[in-house]
């Protein structure tokens, strides 16, 4: 849950920068954004990873009983 907590900081922090970039024309703002998406896409893959080993490992256990 730690990393999804982090992934919803991550996003929620890059709401200004978006708005910078959409609303005003900023480039470097859109910079900032595009690499806090990259930095969102590999937590998000970490997440996926993670909840699939947890759900594999619960499987597992339920199969041994």
Request: hydrophobic share 35%; proline share 0%; charged share 40%.
């Amino acid at each position: 849950m730690k990393k999804f907590q982090e992934a919803k900081s991550l996003f929620e922090s890059l709401e200004a920068d978006a708005d910078k970039f959409y609303n005003k024309a900023n480039s470097a703002a859109g910079t900032r954004v595009r690499k806090g998406m990259q930095d969102l896409k590999n937590l998000a893959q970490t997440i996926r990873l993670e909840v699939q080993e947890t759900k594999n490992k619960e499987a597992a256990k339920a199969k041994k009983k």
